[in-house]
């Protein structure tokens, strides 16, 4: 039976981590999509609504392809020392259904559909993100990362 010890992060052995590549574009268009929300709250220009439903769509793809890649690490042990912790993967779980719900809201037709409730929905998912990322740069600096089987 092996035991899990926590090591400290080190960069030496860290290894390629798919989900640290695809996650990012999950973000950004996440961020996006909040953007085009503003832009769409100050002009009720309908060009902005699609933007933002077609940047929520890109993320929900992104994040769902980020959350395969992080299973594939977890299958690694090369990544699997160095991986985020459970905080931030509840985190970027947590992200993923506020931009799924956000998605449906967006899904409505005209200035209802963004105007409040996807635009506090876009918030709220960016916020979420934000803590997510400071969780796990915390978890980073402080060695809570990743678990190690010894044998």
Known sequence: MSSATRYPYDPARDSFRLSSVLAPF???????????DIAFWRTSDLMWQNFSSWLLFAGLIAGGLAIVG???????Q????NGPGA????????VLVLAFFNSLVHAGDGWTAVVPNGLILSAVTVLAMIVT???GRLALTRGYTGVRYDD
């Open 26 to 36: 999950a973000f950004v268009a996440l961020t996006f999509a909040l953007l085009t």
């Open 133 to 135: 990322l400071w969780l």
């Open 87 to 94: 905080a931030q993967i509840v985190g970027f779980l947590v």
């Open 78 to 81: 090369s990544t699997r020392e």
């Open 70 to 76: 992080g299973l594939v690490d977890l299958a690694r």
